[in-house]
């Protein structure tokens, strides 16, 4: 397969490793981005052009230009690899995904949050226990001036790593914008309310602190160390993650089946979101 990478930031000189990586993926170049020029790769300035040469086009640009590349490149008759978010509304993803099914082509949502060692260690320490409480603080020094809805979108992580943790998501109620920082109830499958904090200070580092408290034991996550009662247990690394969600997306389109986070939990999370914006 032929493979473009559309927007090559952070996320993108990641994606380019990641198709470099990969037995049968061959990269045709990258449209845009302020790694090009750092990157060995085709430089593309065409992108209609580009499109109709690839098979897979691999969107890592800006959120608010998700849905209009994800269109064009489902038009030109691509299949698709986007970051998070797909994009702003349920609806738009709705369409979105709609329109691949009528072209007969794959739409993969990158959710590496899930692949990540530190939801898939506090999805296995509660499993088959009942939880309590549990609460979620993330700093996002990088969203400090992003609009109010950018900052909202941007929490689909958070929960979809509730509703990883959690068996579900029945509701997300806003209970404050203040100074920057957004606090939210999250309540889970049976009821169970916690609570979602994020904050955009430049002055903060990026980092998440997430617990769970259970009938047994209190879980932590702290940036990269795991707490088990206070203790640390373990840490993790978070090499690799881009990697393994193109080969799911690959493997996925291969058997003709959805990929980890199904249609269904990314329209769901996408329509939890909306929540943050009341």
């Given at each position: 397969?032929?493979?473009?990478?559309?927007?090559?930031?952070?996320?993108?000189?990641?994606?380019?490793?990641?198709?470099?990586?990969?037995?049968?993926?061959?990269?045709?170049?990258?449209?845009?981005?302020?790694?090009?020029?750092?990157l060995d790769i085709p430089v593309l300035h065409d992108l209609p052009a580009a499109l109709q040469a690839a098979d897979l086009a691999i969107i890592s640009t800006p959120t608010d230009t998700h849905a209009h590349l994800?269109?064009?490149?489902?038009?030109?008759?691509?299949?698709?690899?986007?970051?998070?978010?797909?994009?702003?509304?349920?609806?738009?993803?709705?369409?979105?995904?709609?329109?691949?099914?009528?072209?007969?082509?794959?739409?993969?949502?990158?959710?590496?949050?899930?692949?990540?060692?530190?939801?898939?260690?506090?999805?296995?320490?509660?499993?088959?226990?009942?939880?309590?409480?549990?609460?979620?603080?993330?700093?996002?020094?990088?969203?400090?001036?992003?609009?109010?809805?950018?900052?909202?979108?941007?929490?689909?992580?958070?929960?979809?790593?509730?509703?990883?943790?959690?068996?579900?998501?029945?509701?997300?109620?806003?209970?404050?914008?203040?100074?920057?920082?957004?606090?939210?109830?999250?309540?889970?499958?049976?009821?169970?309310?916690?609570?979602?904090?994020?904050?955009?200070?430049?002055?903060?580092?990026?980092?998440?602190?997430?617990?769970?408290?259970?009938?047994?034991?209190?879980?932590?996550?702290?940036?990269?160390?795991?707490?088990?009662?206070?203790?640390?247990?373990?840490?993790?690394?978070?090499?690799?993650?881009?990697?393994?969600?193109?080969?799911?997306?690959?493997?996925?389109?291969?058997?003709?089946?959805?990929?980890?986070?199904?249609?269904?939990?990314?329209?769901?999370?996408?329509?939890?979101?909306?929540?943050?914006?009341?």
């Amino acid at each position: 397969m032929r493979a473009v990478v559309i927007g090559v930031g952070i996320a993108g000189r990641a994606r380019v490793r990641a198709v470099q990586a990969i037995d049968g993926l061959e990269l045709l170049g990258g449209y845009r981005g302020r790694f090009l020029p750092d990157l060995d790769i085709p430089v593309l300035h065409d992108l209609p052009a580009a499109l109709q040469a690839a098979d897979l086009a691999i969107i890592s640009t800006p959120t608010d230009t998700h849905a209009h590349l994800v269109r064009k490149a489902l038009q030109a008759g691509c299949h698709v690899v986007v970051e998070f978010p797909l994009a702003s509304s349920e609806a738009e993803a709705r369409g979105l995904f709609d329109l691949a099914d009528e072209r007969g082509r794959m739409l993969h949502v990158e959710h590496i949050e899930l692949l990540s060692r530190t939801t898939t260690w506090m999805a296995e320490q509660v499993r088959g226990q009942r939880i309590l409480e549990g609460g979620m603080v993330m700093d996002q020094p990088s969203m400090a001036g992003a609009s109010r809805e950018a900052f909202a979108l941007s929490q689909v992580p958070r929960l979809h790593r509730w509703r990883c943790v959690g068996g579900g998501i029945d509701r997300v109620d806003l209970q404050r914008w203040i100074d920057g920082e957004l606090h939210a109830e999250v309540t889970l499958a049976g009821a169970v309310p916690v609570s979602l904090v994020a904050r955009r200070d430049p002055a903060r580092r990026r980092g998440l602190d997430w617990w769970v408290r259970t009938d047994n034991h209190r879980y932590r996550v702290q940036g990269s160390t795991l707490y088990i009662d206070g203790e640390e247990v373990g840490r993790v690394g978070f090499s690799g993650l881009f990697e393994d969600d193109l080969r799911r997306a690959l493997d996925a389109l291969k058997g003709g089946g959805e990929s980890y986070v199904s249609r269904d939990d990314i329209l769901s999370v996408l329509g939890h979101c909306a929540a943050l914006l009341r």
